[in-house]
C-alpha cells in the first residue's frame, strides 16, 4: 500500500512537470539553513503546554522547514505562495498598503486573481496555513500537524524578507544580481550562530490575516536599505574584494567575500538578524494561535509516535524531484 501511494504521488508529479512550463532557476529563500533554523528555534518560544510535543518532533519541523522550497520543482502554484511584489500595486507614487485590500475576496474584485498570483500571494496564503494547522490540531493527526507547521514557518519566514516584498526582488533592476541569496542565504550561513534568538514568549494571535500583512510591510519598509547600502558598498570594494569560490557540493562556487559579507551586514546594523528574530517569534505564536483556535488539545495525549510511512514516502517522492529537477515553477532567483 506504501509503495502505491508513493508510485501515484511520483506518476502524478511527474505528468504535471511533462504539462507544465518549464521556468526558472532554483532559489530557495532564507537559504535551507536559515528556513531550519527559524523553525527549531521556534519551538523554544512556546508555551509548557506545547512544548514538549513541538520539542519531540523538533528535527522534523526544522528539517521540513525547506518543503515549501523544494515543492516549487514538483506543484505548479507552489512558487506564488512564497512573496509579493507590493510595490507593482504602486501607480503614481500612491502607497501599496494604502490601495490593496488585504482580504483576498476583496483584493481579487479589484485586481483579478490572476494578477494577484502573477505577483505573489504570501499574507493570503499565510492564513490558508494557519487553517490547516487548526484543523490539525482539532483532529489530533500528527502527520497533518508536523507537516502544517513546518510549512507554515516556511511561508512566515518568507514574509519577513524584504526582497520577498519588491519586483526588484534579485537587484535585477539596478544592476544588482545576486542580492537575493546574498541577503536572505550568504549572510545567516556565516553568522547566525553568533545571533541572540532569545525572542520572549509566543502571544495570541488575533487576526492571522493581519499579522501576515504586517510582517509584509514591516519587511517592504527595508527594501530601499537591503539595495541602497549594498549599492554603495559595491562602489568601495574591488570586484576581486567582493567575490570568491568556495567548493561547495560537486564544484566552486562564486559568493560574495566573507569580509564583504561582514561589511554589508555591520552596515545595515544587524537587520539580517532582526527579520530572522521576528520570523521566530511570530511563527511560534502562529502556532500557538492555531493551538488556543482548534480548542488547546492535550497534546501528550496525541499518540507517541514518528510520522507515518505514508507521508515518509510523500516526502521521498517530493525530495528526489527536486533533486532531479534544475527549474522550478516561478520567478528566477539564483
Excluded at 91 to 109: I, N
Excluded at 217 to 239: F, N, T, W
Excluded at 289 to 304: I, M
Aim: net charge negative.
Amino acid at each position: 500500500m506504501i509503495k502505491r501511494v508513493a508510485l501515484c504521488f511520483l506518476a502524478l508529479v511527474a505528468l504535471m512537470v511533462l504539462l507544465a512550463p518549464s521556468a526558472a532557476p532554483r532559489a530557495e529563500a532564507w537559504g535551507f539553513y536559515g528556513h531550519k533554523r527559524i523553525n527549531r528555534m521556534a519551538c523554544y518560544a512556546l508555551p509548557p503546554e506545547m512544548f514538549p510535543f513541538f520539542k519531540r518532533h523538533i528535527d522534523f519541523i526544522s528539517d521540513h522547514a525547506v518543503d515549501p522550497d523544494r515543492r516549487r520543482y514538483a506543484v505548479a502554484g507552489e512558487a506564488e505562495r512564497h512573496y509579493i511584489d507590493i510595490d507593482h500595486y504602486a501607480k503614481g507614487g500612491q502607497d501599496p498598503f494604502a490601495v490593496m485590500p488585504r482580504k483576498w475576496e476583496d483584493a481579487v474584485a479589484k485586481y483579478s486573481e490572476d494578477t494577484l498570483k502573477a505577483y505573489g500571494i504570501v499574507p493570503w496564503h499565510i492564513r490558508v496555513a494557519h487553517g490547516q494547522l487548526v484543523r490539525a490540531f482539532q483532529r489530533g493527526d500528527v502527520d497533518r500537524i508536523l507537516r502544517s507547521a513546518s510549512d507554515l514557518g516556511h511561508y512566515v519566514g518568507d514574509a519577513h524578507v524584504p526582497l520577498h516584498t519588491t519586483e526588484n526582488y534579485n537587484g535585477q533592476l539596478t544592476d544588482q544580481h545576486g542580492i537575493h541569496a546574498f541577503w536572505e542565504s550568504r549572510i545567516p550561513e556565516l553568522s547566525a550562530e553568533g545571533y541572540d534568538h532569545l525572542v520572549g514568549r509566543a502571544e495570541y494571535i488575533d487576526d492571522p490575516l493581519d499579522a501576515a500583512w504586517d510582517a509584509v510591510q514591516a519587511s517592504h519598509l527595508m527594501v530601499d536599505s537591503v539595495l541602497g547600502i549594498e549599492k554603495r558598498l559595491s562602489q568601495q570594494y574591488p570586484e576581486d574584494q567582493r567575490y570568491v569560490f568556495e567548493d561547495r557540493g560537486r564544484g566552486a562556487m562564486r559568493l560574495p567575500s566573507r569580509e564583504y559579507a561582514k561589511a554589508y551586514e555591520d552596515a545595515m546594523l544587524g537587520m539580517v538578524e532582526r527579520r530572522m528574530n521576528a520570523s521566530i517569534i511570530t511563527l511560534a505564536s502562529f502556532w500557538y494561535s492555531a493551538w488556543v483556535n482548534a480548542g488547546q488539545p492535550d497534546l501528550d495525549r496525541f499518540e507517541q509516535k514518528d510520522v507515518s510511512d505514508s507521508l515518509k514516502a510523500v516526502l521521498a517522492a517530493e525530495e528526489e524531484l527536486w533533486k532531479e529537477r534544475r527549474e522550478g515553477y516561478g520567478r528566477e532567483h539564483e
